[in-house]
Nanobody, 125 residues
């Protein structure tokens, strides 16, 4: 069993930065690839980025590439999403999730089994 809890969301002006955290419990966290998704009102949940469990390789959606960075600290059972140069269109609820699917690219929600409750990010003009 894995439990995920996101934190760090809030209100920020366009061009600003935020760092989200995803704290995980469960013995298998260190061997789990993790992903970040987001969902804006009235829209489908959208892939943001992914990090694998071993060497920390990452993969990002084109919309956030160069602005967002995912990292992890396995000793703390935590995954981070550093967001910079934020835009109003980044406004959404952000979720972390555990990847189990093993397919590539790791962008489908069906490839993730455990999800956090989400944290709201609002970017104002």
């Amino acid at each position: 069993q894995v439990q995920l809890v996101e934190s760090g969301g809030g209100l920020v002006q366009a061009g600003g930065s935020l760092r989200l955290s995803c704290a995980a419990s469960g013995r298998t966290f260190g061997y789990s690839a993790m992903g970040w998704f987001r969902q804006a009102p009235g829209k489908e949940r959208q892939f943001v980025g992914y990090i694998n469990w071993s060497v920390g390789s990452t993969y990002y959606a084109d919309s956030v590439k160069g602005r967002f960075t995912i990292s992890r600290d396995n000793a703390k059972n935590t995954v981070y999403l550093q967001m910079s140069s934020l835009k109003p269109e980044d406004t959404a609820v952000y979720y972390c999730a555990r990847n189990y699917g093993g397919t590539w690219p790791p962008t489908r929600t069906s490839e993730y089994d455990y999800w956090g409750q989400g944290t709201q990010v609002t970017v104002s003009i």
